[in-house]
C-alpha cells in the first residue's frame, strides 16, 4: 500500500541488542497526514539503521510511503505494525476528479435500458386487453 502526504512529526529512534541473535538493531517511528477534507494520520516504523540513514525522513517534508501491514498478538492483545519498505520524496501528482456531466442522450437511453425497473408506462385505454392495475 502507498500513502502519499506530508511528515507530521519524526519520533525518536529505538534501538537494542537482539536477545535471540545478539545482533544489534534500530527503527524509527515518523507520523504521516494524508491531506483531505478530513486529513488522516498514520504512523509507520521503519526498521534498520541502514534504511533510516537511507531514506532521512525530515519533518515537513513531502513523500510517498510503500508499507506492509501486519498484526502479532502479545499476552492475548492484538496489534498492527505499519512497516514501511520505500520512500519516495515529493508528493505525486494527483488526478483533478472529473466533473459530473450529464449523460449525452445516446449514454442516457443505454442507461435507461441497463436500469433494473423498466420506467411506468402510461395506462392503457379502456378498451386494452389488460385490466390489471399495476
Not at 4 to 11: D, E, H, R, Y
Not at 40 to 51: M, S
Not at 98 to 118: R, T, V
Amino acid at each position: 500500500m502507498d500513502l502519499t502526504g506530508k511528515i507530521i512529526a519524526v519520533l525518536p529512534a529505538n534501538s537494542g541488542v537482539s536477545s535471540r541473535t545478539g545482533n544489534p538493531w534500530m527503527s524509527q517511528e515518523y507520523v504521516i497526514e494524508v491531506p483531505g477534507q478530513y486529513p488522516r494520520k498514520c504512523v509507520f516504523r521503519i526498521f534498520g539503521e541502514d534504511r533510516i540513514k537511507q531514506f532521512n525522513i525530515q519533518n515537513g517534508e513531502d513523500v510517498t510511503v510503500s508499507f506492509d501491514i501486519d498484526a502479532h498478538e502479545y499476552n492475548g492483545r492484538w496489534f498492527n505494525e505499519i512497516r514501511a519498505y520505500n520512500v519516495t520524496r515529493g508528493v505525486a501528482p494527483v488526478a483533478a476528479a472529473p466533473q459530473a456531466a450529464p449523460f449525452p442522450p445516446q449514454q442516457e437511453a443505454a442507461s435507461q435500458a441497463a436500469a433494473p425497473f423498466p420506467p411506468a408506462q402510461e395506462p392503457a385505454g379502456e378498451g386494452s386487453a389488460d385490466d390489471l392495475p399495476f
